[in-house]
């Protein structure tokens, strides 16, 4: 039997977290928009969070570029942001933690090792007992199942075992890694639903394990279609997606609510950002939002 969609819960706290390795694009805005009329459509609050957690892949000026877009688009967000590069000592302390239980092990495979096990860990470093310097951290998984119902996809799980094998939380360059960051920050700034891209959608499985593990809360989730280009790829910054346009605003964020479902009448057609985020704050249903993991971009003009 799958699991239920927890219940709302109270007080709402959702977030949207940008990683600035490019600018923001349409289909961020996608995710933004929803989650931030998800928050304020029953009063919750809508934090921003800054995934600066690998510098490398960082563009110059991207954060600034990040904040201005969205005060240009009219949103508002709750207390300061949260920026991951300032977390390293919470995770660092995390990652010793289940060094030390025995739940993480190090891992010295190159790359040109691991290919063709398709992105699946065979586990050759579980019981080397290599020392944790130099070299990747990764996390011992069950062979279980693990499942959620997202409230827009639905059912989805994964056997961690057989469909992802053990995966990483700090990586060998002593960078930390997505899934362990954004469990972390996740549950430190008490943030109750995820709303984000549905391109995370089977990274979630692996939160939940890691949620458990920790004793951590587990949040509702809601993973809204992804902007698929006419060449097959996604909208977004490793495809160099043109970034959001000021002037079109208001333009913009009527696609947006379509997107998503939603149905602005003809009469905010030229309205303000502000207008029409008071418009789907007042309005939002996520029940609207299309039941698949991706949309044309051609279709949604």
Same mark, same amino acid.
């Given at each position: 039997?799958?699991?239920?969609?927890?219940?709302?819960?109270?007080?709402?706290?959702?977030?949207?977290?940008?990683?600035?390795?490019?600018?923001? /694009?349409?289909? @961020?805005?996608?995710?933004?928009?929803?989650?931030?009329?998800?928050?304020? @459509?029953?009063?919750?609050?809508?934090?921003?969070?800054?995934?600066?957690?690998?510098?490398?892949?960082?563009?110059?000026?991207?954060?600034?570029?990040?904040?201005?877009?969205?005060?240009?688009?009219?949103?508002?967000?709750?207390?300061?942001?949260?920026?991951? @590069?300032?977390? /390293?000592?919470?995770?660092?302390?995390?990652?010793?933690?289940?060094?030390?239980?025995?739940?993480?092990?190090?891992?010295?495979?190159?790359?040109?090792?691991?290919?063709?096990?398709?992105?699946?860990?065979?586990?050759?470093?579980?019981?080397?007992?290599?020392?944790?310097?130099?070299?990747? *951290?990764?996390?011992?998984?069950?062979?279980?199942?693990?499942?959620?119902?997202?409230?827009?996809?639905?059912?989805?799980?994964?056997?961690?075992?057989?469909?992802?094998?053990?995966?990483?939380?700090?990586?060998?360059?002593?960078?930390?890694?997505?899934?362990?960051?954004?469990?972390?920050?996740?549950?430190?700034?008490?943030?109750?639903?995820?709303?984000?891209?549905?391109?995370?959608?089977?990274?979630?499985?692996?939160?939940?394990?890691?949620?458990?593990?920790?004793?951590?809360?587990?949040?509702?989730?809601?993973?809204?279609?992804?902007?698929?280009?006419?060449?097959?790829?996604?909208?977004?910054?490793?495809?160099?997606?043109?970034?959001?346009?000021?002037?079109?605003?208001?333009?913009?964020?009527?696609?947006?609510?379509?997107?998503?479902?939603?149905?602005?009448?003809?009469?905010?057609?030229?309205?303000?950002?502000?207008?029409?985020?008071?418009?789907?704050?007042?309005?939002?249903?996520?029940?609207? *939002?299309?039941?698949?993991?991706?949309?044309?971009?051609?279709?949604?003009?």
């Amino acid at each position: 039997m799958s699991p239920a969609i927890p219940a709302p819960p109270s007080p709402y706290i959702g977030r949207f977290a940008p990683t600035p390795s490019g600018y923001l /694009h349409f289909g @961020s805005l996608i995710a933004a928009l929803a989650s931030y009329l998800d928050a304020r @459509s029953v009063g919750g609050q809508w934090l921003l969070r800054m995934e600066d957690i690998d510098p490398p892949r960082e563009v110059p000026g991207a954060q600034a570029a990040i904040l201005q877009t969205l005060e240009n688009y009219g949103f508002e967000w709750d207390g300061p942001v949260l920026h991951q @590069s300032e977390r /390293h000592a919470a995770y660092a302390e995390v990652v010793e933690r289940l060094l030390n239980q025995g739940l993480a092990y190090a891992c010295t495979c190159s790359r040109k090792r691991l290919e063709g096990y398709g992105g699946i860990y065979p586990g050759f470093c579980r019981n080397a007992g290599h020392p944790p310097e130099d070299a990747a *951290i990764r996390l011992r998984v069950p062979e279980l199942k693990y499942g959620f119902v997202d409230r827009v996809q639905g059912s989805f799980a994964q056997h961690l075992g057989r469909e992802v094998g053990d995966f990483v939380i700090r990586r060998r360059d002593g960078l930390y890694a997505y899934q362990l960051a954004v469990v972390l920050d996740d549950a430190w700034q008490g943030v109750t639903d995820v709303v984000r891209g549905a391109d995370l959608l089977d990274s979630t499985p692996r939160q939940l394990y890691l949620q458990e593990l920790l004793g951590l809360p587990q949040p509702r989730y809601l993973h809204v279609p992804l902007v698929i280009q006419p060449d097959g790829h996604k909208l977004g910054k490793s495809y160099r997606s043109p970034p959001l346009p000021t002037e079109q605003a208001g333009l913009l964020l009527l696609r947006t609510l379509r997107a998503l479902g939603q149905q602005p009448p003809a009469a905010l057609a030229g309205a303000a950002p502000r207008e029409l985020l008071a418009w789907g704050t007042a309005q939002w249903d996520a029940g609207l *939002i299309p039941r698949c993991r991706t949309l044309a971009e051609a279709d949604l003009h």
